[in-house]
Every structure is written in structure tokens, then in C-alpha cells.
């Protein structure tokens, strides 16, 4: 069932004990820049160090320990797999991580960190998932998904929750828009929380499928498999996420390549802080759109900072 | 004079409409990793993107704008350039920043920014020194040292200041040193608020001037000229920083060139905040003694965070 306003509270008051309530960070600079008030939402600052922690956390508890003495499984290469690592690790019980064996070493290591057992596979969504499958059935896993699920979403929007209970009368909230787990938590947030505030969902051209869906009004697949540095948004959106999206996001904007670069580029040398580029996508869209946020209030939820240090697309 | 407490809180409210009380954060995974509870006071959040903020600032408005008719100038190639010439901007006073022509074209465009003028010069100390006398003498502006000025050493004081009001009874309060005023100015602070903390200077090897000088009771010069990643510390100590240093800091800790680099990434990494290379200096003696601070409460000046990011020692 769509997450409910008490849903919400709960999924909060069930995970508070495990995450961070991040800070919210301004900037004279970039707010004179972009001629809109900004307020940063940092989630890079978040457990293992993205918002994903929340929806891990709120899946697991919501769970029980008692269901999940089988341990959870996930096929992740990034930020949910370690959400799913800290929580199992947190409540004591076993987790399948199943990477593909291209993921970098650093996100492995950091897996494994956790407690978690690492499976390796090839680096397709079908050997991921049968991997997956095969783990559920031998080891009575429970599958954790990464968006497409109520409890996921219901912890993903608790970081919208945290922004309008600290900043009010947001005109906006942007987020980064890939399975649409934050964008449909956030959407839920503002309509119990701040009916007015308009939460806008920002993608990377080359993985449109968000835009094309909510424009045609039905969910659409990635024409061929899509190549953005914003990696965290590879993903198309699922039926639950797509649902709650239709129905409470108001639009989509896409970003190019060097939109999002230059746009991360800007917070690193202006604010101090690491964001990845997934992150950057909300930021490149107000820029790109100044117009629209012109004397706004605006929250934007920077989703993460996990980055590979040694290969930043900087000049 | 050296500053007194009373001058040390004189230079706080003087400063504080223009600075900001930065965060001070916290890790646990690096307080686990480290074996001490560490509170890192976040001056590369601070104006300007350096603590260098807080003396500029103090030293202009002392000096008070109407002495300052005829404008301000300093040497740098670095934050002390940017601090001037905002502090100059505030008060709406000239400013002539002296820059060797080698200093990065992002540093340049930063003083601009603050609508100082820059006169480029020959990239030596000489050309520097000569280049800033000429201007005190044309225009009659006032030369505004980096660090060898009590307005400016009781300026960068202030942070510490801060720091110990929000942590009561720490241990030891690290910081990077490399002209002095930041260490002289923290252990005054220390001094006067918290006897009981010890203050440790933190220096490359590579340009060890202050632990040479602190050993031998006199002031040393490098031997030639040094070449570290910390280029923050390539300068040596000034009589009245020194003077002050010896009375009231511990000692000076020494690391190499792979620590310093090492630690920075560990804080990029786990903090998702941007340092400088000079910045991360008092972590990597930090965990190159691991022993001295096991268990104690150490505060960490975090100096600044103004890197190139097309040019970062990161593999």
C-alpha cells in the first residue's frame, strides 16, 4: 500500500536510532549565482554516506529480526548494497551481497566492511538477478530491493521530512530521479507535510526514461542501456515508485554530461563538500532553469558523496 | 603586545558579523580507527574557504577603515591574499594583492572576485617583497603580514576559541604550522580558556622549520627551499610567532609526504568533506602516533579546504 503520512512516521521513528539527521548546508555564493535560495539537504553526510541507509534501515527493521534469521540478499553495485550491509550487520543477521565483478574495489571493500558475504557476478542484470534468485532459494534470503518496494521508499522519504520540518514553505524539492525510490518518498512527504511545495524529479538525458515515462503517462523502459557519469541513476523507474510519481511529482528535467559535471564541480569548490555525480543532477537542473527557480525557495536532496577518488572527471 | 585574553575576545566580536562559527564534526568510524575521540573544527567551511578569514578580517578592522583610506596589500599566492582582499572588500577599501605569476589562474580569479587588484610578479620572495614595497610607497597602502602581526595571530586564535567552547576539556588541540599564526594564536587561546589542553604544531618533514626551532630554542630557516604537498607551510615561523610558540605549544610533530596524502584521502573518503593537503597534516601526526592520543579528546583545526581539483595527488 502507498506509504501513508503515519507510514512515514513510523518508517522515521523506527530508523532515527541507526541514521543521521543530516545537515542542512547554504551558500551566499551559489544562492547569488543561481539568484534562488537554496537549501542543501546533505545526505552525503548520511550512514555509509547517501540517503540509501534510510530505505536499508526501514526495510530491514520493518522486517523483524525474527523473519530475517535466514539473512537478506541484494544485487546492488553501489550505495544500496552498503545500506543493506549495515542494517543486516546492525540487527545481526547475514547478508548475500551479489556485485557485479566489475563493481570497484573500494565499494567491495567497503561491503564486506559491513559483515556482509560478497557474490560475485557477470556484470548483466540477468546474471544479477538469477544470482539473486539462486541465493533466495538456498538460503531462504529475503530479497531487498533497492526502489521499487513501499518500505524502501517510505525510509527514503524521511530525508524530505527532516528538510520541510527544518525549512519552511519550500517552493520546491529537487532530487536525483534513477528507480525514483527518493523522488516518490520525497513526493509523499510534501503531500502530507507542505501540499505546496512542488517536488521536480532531475535526470540525465542519456537515462530519460523518468521524463518519457511521466510525459507519456506510462512506464518506459531505457531504449538501449544508458552511459551517464551519473551513475547512480542508471536504473528505470518500477511500477510502485512509477505510481506514487504519476501521481504527486510535478515535472522532470533533464541535464547533459558537462551540465552535471560543471554543477558538481561548483559544489566541490564552493561548499567543501564531496558529492557524486548522480548528486550533482539536481543542482545542473536549477542552473539550466534559473528562470523557473528565480527568487524560490528551494530544497535540493544531495544524495550521496561515494565516489572513486581516483578517477573524478575533472580537468 | 601579545595578545591578552581580553584581545582575543575583542578580535572575536570584532570579526564574528563577518566569519562564520564553522561546524565542528565528528567520525566514528575515524575515532574507531584512531583509537581517540576526535572533533574536527571545520575552517575549510569558513569564508573564503580558510581560516585566514578570521585574521584578515581582525587585522582590517583594527586597523579600522579610516586609516585604511589609501588601501591594503599583501603577498600571497594563497589564502592570506583571498582573506585581504574580501576583509578589504567588507570595508570598502582598496586592495593590491601580490601574486607570483605562477600562482593558479582559479586563486587569481578568486582575489579578483573579491575586487582586489592583482600585480603579478616574478616568482621568488625577492620579487614579492620588493614588488609589495614599491606598493606601500606609490600608494601608500599598509603592508598586512600573513602571520608575524598580533592582529592576525589573535585573529586566527578565534577558531580556537570556538572549538573549546563547544568541547569542553580536550585533551590536545592539533594544528597544521607553518608560519605560526594559526599555532600561536591557538595556544593563547588554550592559555587563557583551557590550561589544561596541550597544543601541538603539526609540519612536513620536508619543510621542519618550526620543530627545528622549537628543539633549538632559536629561530631556524629552512636550509633551502622546501617542497612539500602542504604548500599552506612552505613559510618558516616569524619572531613575534615564534616568541609565542615557544612559551605555550607542547611540541611539533613531523610527518612525511605518503602520510599527508594518506590522511587527506581518508577524510575526503569517510568525511565527504574537501581539505587541502596543508590541512590534513595534524591528522596524518595524529595517526603516526597513535599511541600519544589513544584515548584522549583531540581537536583538530581543519585549515582549509582550497585544492585545484584538476591537480589532486590522489591514484
Known sequence: MVPTLQTLREAHDRIRPYIHNTPVLTSTYI?????????????????????????????????GKDRLTQGVTAHSSGNHAQAVAVAA???GVPAYIVMPKTAPKVKQAAVAGYGAEIILCEPTLEARESTVAQIVEEKGAILIHPFNDYSIIAGQGT?????L??????????????????????????????????IVGCEPEKADDAYRSLRSGELK???SPPKTTADGLL??????????????????????????????????????????PSCAVPFAALLRNKDLFKGKKVGIILSGGNVDLGKLPFE
Chains 1, 2 share one sequence.
Open 221 to 223: 523502459a531505457h531504449k
Open 235 to 276: 536504473t528505470t523507474l518500477g511500477d510502485k515508485t512509477f505510481g506514487i510519481i504519476k501521481d504527486n511529482v510535478g515535472d522532470i528535467l533533464l541535464v547533459n554530461e558537462s551540465e552535471i559535471i560543471q554543477a558538481m564541480r561548483l559544489i566541490w569548490e564552493r561548499m567543501k563538500i564531496i558529492i557524486e
Open 159 to 163: 530525508a524530505a521530512i527532516e528538510l
Open 31 to 63: 544562492n547569488s549565482l543561481s539568484e534562488a535560495s537554496i537549501y542543501f539537504k546533505c545526505e552525503n553526510f548520511q550512514r555509509i554516506g547517501a540517503f540509501k541507509a534510510r530505505g536499508g534501515f526501514n526495510a530491514l527493521l520493518s522486517l
Open 89 to 91: 550487520q546492525t540487527l
Open 165 to 198: 520540518e527544518e525549512v519552511y514553505q519550500l517552493d520546491y524539492i529537487l532530487t536525483p530521479i534513477g528507480g525514483g525510490g527518493l523522488t516518490a518518498g520525497s513526493s509523499l512527504a510534501a503531500k502530507y507535510l507542505s501540499p505546496t511545495t512542488k
